[in-house]
């Protein structure tokens, strides 16, 4: 469990998961029973393309995180393609996860100090102050 922890923190994870799972839920949706699909658009190739790229986008970014900003430009232009080609972008659900996944990914920084949250940095402080305080009490020799 700890190696794949490891090689999860080296990439966008959580940004190329969502964007594959958009892409795959807008495929789902293409098979939608007529009834169901609210908006039929090109369906042709270019209705089952752009969400076959967006995983394909995503896949990438997981397994190839050294470009994660160009597949998350080119993942964000699909998502946002498939509102006119796929069913409005899988009945929206698989579009805003696209649109997310791409963001999340185009925002992520590689070997950033992580975060450290607000009790840390009291406690780090007041020890700072405890050691200040010991230091002014010692007499020079």
Not at 111 to 127: G, I, L, S, V
Request: hydrophobic content about 45%; some cysteine.
């Amino acid at each position: 469990m700890s190696r794949f922890r490891e090689w999860r923190g080296h990439r966008p994870f959580a940004g190329g998961l969502l964007l594959t799972l958009g892409g795959a839920e807008i495929l789902v949706t293409m098979k939608a029973p007529l009834p169901v699909i609210l908006h039929i658009g090109m369906q042709g190739l270019a209705g089952y393309l752009l969400p076959t790229l967006m995983l394909t986008c995503g896949l990438l970014i997981l397994f190839n995180p050294a470009q994660r900003l160009f597949y998350s430009v080119i993942g964000i232009l699909l998502s946002l393609g498939t509102w006119l080609t796929s069913n409005l972008g899988g009945f929206v659900i698989g579009l805003l996860m696209g649109a997310i996944g791409s963001t999340l990914t185009f925002g992520w920084l590689p070997d950033q100090e992580p975060r450290r949250n607000r009790k840390d940095r009291a406690r780090e402080r007041a020890e700072q102050q405890q050691e200040q305080k010991h230091q002014s009490y010692e007499l020079p020799a």
